[in-house]
Structures are given as structure tokens and as C-alpha cells.
């Protein structure tokens, strides 16, 4: 974990008190008799706590500590109704119509910035998907649904494997700082490990109930890229949002991270144009979007390509591909198709009428 640098911020100190009913029985009266346990009306904890401002100068605030140390109770003290109660799904209706009145185009993207940029996946039902793709839709859904100025999450990335819980908080923290989510983000966790990741500007642990102020760097992710073998498809077939062929011809590339596979890319030869390739089939698997893994692949193959004098291009109707590309100085727009009308010439994103965007991309290095 890397400070980089250390906030100003003045905390406040605040004594809570919570009292919880204790309802007397035969068995309360032996656990008092057995282990010495004082029977009182109520069982009163008390927590003396650095409190965050309430401003918005800050984004992301994280609570953290172990199990029992008080995390929910100072939450539910500090956010009292903020506190986003858990989304009931319908278990007959496809996740992508869990989401209300709101425009498809405003849930897609609230799905992407979570990491759940899988189409396949959206029109499921929410009980049949994992673990890590029901948290992110309940993320999104809090995010896009919520009306209140903030958003607080408890039992935070609790439900799933650490690498989804590092991945998903990598993706919500680089959301949270655009301008699309103009909210303040509470988690509250009990794993430390989601710090670094998170990059809270703010952290109370429960285990000094003090305030630290800080920001950090996400620690770098290290990416091997290697030519492989189409046998290796099948990993990723499932997860690409167009049909699962491969060409026989295609030339494929894997992304691995931390000793596992990650992203898949497949090019094919550009018909009647020499020194010229394009991108048939680009996947990375859900647990690892949201943080830039695909994009980094392409990059990482443009950059090999060009340095044997080999151009690269990609069309795509996915909004992420097309919303990074269209972003990115290592990429030019080249070329943009409503459909089936012949492509024109154009530096924008082009919305077609079923609201699909065809965008082709060269890339420039």
C-alpha cells in the first residue's frame, strides 16, 4: 500500500451509545449462572469514534474492522436511512429489467462501471449468476436507483472471493471519481485487504475507532501477454456478446494475470489488405472487468503489431470498447455504420436507430 499523500481534514470525536433489549429466559438465567454475565434491562455499548465532516469534499469513505467491532451499529448511528436495504429480484425477469423506468442506456452503463460489462450475462435471471455478478448488479442498481446524495453499502464485497472484491473495488472507486456519479460512497467491510484498492479518501477502523485521511495508488497490475492456442476459446466463448465462433485463421493472444488467464483476443487478416489485421473477438472474463484488462490488451497488441509494421484495427458495437476508443489517444475513429448504411466518415460516436453504436478504430500507438 503506497500513501501518496496525507489530507488536512480536521475529524471531530463522538461518543455513541446503542442499547439493545435483553429479554429475560430460563436459558439467559444459566448463561448468567454459568459464565458470570451481568442481566441488565439492556446491553449498552458505547463507542467513543472519529466522525467524518459531512461536506463534499470527499467521495469514498470506507468502515472497517473486524467481526463484532461495531461497524453496522456506528454506520446505522452516522447514515441512519442512507443505508441501502438489499434489493428483493425478480427471479422471472431478466436483471437488465430490474433497474425501473430508467433508459437502457443510462443501466448499461451503470452495469459497465461496476464491472459487469457482459451482455450474455444481462439477460439472465439474477439467481442463476454468480456470486461476484450478483454483487455488481446489486452495486449498480444502488447507484443508479438511489435518489439520495449518498450511498452507503454494508457487508461490502462480503459475499465474494477476494479477487472479485479487489476488482469490483477498483472498478466502483475509478466511477465514483468521474463525473457520472456525482454521490458520496460508503462501504463498510470487514477485510482490509479492499483498502489499496478502494482508494477511500477517508478509512474508519473500528479496531482504534479512529479516522485515517489518505490517498492511494491501486497497486499495479501486471499483465503477461502471450501468442496461444484457439483451444483456449472455449474459456471465453460464453462471454462474448456475438456468437461464440472462431475462425480457423485467427491469430490469438492471452492476458494473464497472477499466474491466471484473463482476457482473450482474436485477429483476423483485413480481406484484399496487406500489412493490415482487425479484431475478431476480444473477451476478458467478468471477475476481471471494470479495471482496464482489455484495453491493456489491445494496446499491448497494437503496440507489437506496429513494431512490425502491422496495422490494427477494431469495430465495435460494445459500449465500453467503443466509449474507451473513442477516448483514447492511442486510438483513431475511422469509420462509423448505422446498420446496414455504408460507413461515413466522422470523429463521434454515432447512435443507431435500435440504439447500437458500429464504430471502427485504428490504432495509432
Not at 463507542?47 to 470506507?62: A, H, R, S
Request: proline share 5%; charged share 25%; net charge positive.
Amino acid at each position: 500500500m503506497q500513501i501518496v499523500k496525507k489530507s488536512t481534514y480536521m475529524t471531530s470525536t463522538k461518543l455513541l451509545s446503542v442499547s439493545t433489549p435483553i429479554t429475560d429466559s430460563f436459558r439467559v438465567r444459566q448463561i448468567e449462572g454459568m459464565f458470570d454475565v451481568p442481566i441488565n434491562e439492556k446491553a449498552i455499548s458505547t463507542f467513543e469514534i472519529e466522525i467524518p465532516p459531512i461536506d463534499d469534499k470527499w467521495k469514498i469513505g470506507l468502515i472497517v474492522g473486524p467481526s463484532g467491532s461495531g461497524k453496522s451499529t456506528v454506520a446505522k448511528c452516522l447514515y441512519k436511512d442512507e443505508i441501502c436495504e438489499r434489493f428483493q429480484w425478480n427471479e422471472n425477469q431478466a436483471v437488465i429489467d430490474g433497474f425501473g423506468q430508467y433508459p437502457i442506456k443510462d443501466i448499461i452503463k451503470s452495469m459497465s462501471m461496476v464491472g459487469f460489462s457482459s451482455p450474455p450475462s444481462w439477460i439472465k435471471p439474477y439467481q442463476v449468476l454468480s456470486n461476484g455478478e450478483k454483487f455488481r448488479c446489486d452495486l449498480a442498481r444502488a447507484l443508479i436507483i438511489n435518489d439520495r446524495k449518498r450511498i452507503v453499502i454494508d457487508e461490502f464485497t462480503s459475499v465474494v472471493d477476494r479477487t472479485v472484491a479487489k476488482v469490483c473495488s477498483a472498478a466502483i472507486a475509478k466511477s465514483l471519481k468521474s463525473d457520472w456519479i456525482k454521490k458520496q460512497f460508503v462501504a463498510i467491510s470487514c477485510h482490509y485487504d479492499i483498502i489499496e484498492w478502494l482508494e477511500p479518501d477517508w478509512v474508519l477502523d473500528m479496531a482504534t475507532c479512529k479516522i485515517s485521511w489518505r490517498s492511494l495508488r491501486r497497486p499495479k497490475i501486471h499483465l503477461e501477454v502471450k501468442r496461444c492456442s484457439r483451444k483456449l476459446w472455449p474459456i471465453f466463448a460464453r462471454h462474448h456478446y456475438l456468437n461464440a465462433s472462431l475462425s480457423n485463421s485467427s491469430q490469438c493472444y492471452l492476458a494473464v494475470w497472477d499466474k491466471n488467464p484473463v482476457a482473450f483476443c482474436a485477429l483476423l487478416p483485413v480481406m484484399g489488405q496487406k500489412g493490415r489485421k482487425r479484431v475478431s473477438r476480444i473477451v476478458t472474463l467478468p471477475d476481471y472487468q471494470g479495471i482496464g484488462i482489455g484495453s491493456a490488451l489491445l494496446n499491448a497488441i497494437g503496440n507489437y503489431l506496429k513494431n512490425l509494421s502491422i496495422r490494427l484495427n477494431i469495430t465495435a458495437a460494445h459500449p465500453v470498447i467503443v466509449a474507451y476508443c473513442s477516448k483514447s489517444n492511442k486510438w483513431k475513429t475511422i469509420s462509423i455504420r448505422k446498420n446496414n448504411i455504408p460507413s461515413i466518415q466522422f470523429n463521434k460516436m454515432y447512435k443507431g436507430a435500435a440504439g447500437r453504436n458500429v464504430v471502427s478504430f485504428e490504432y495509432l500507438g
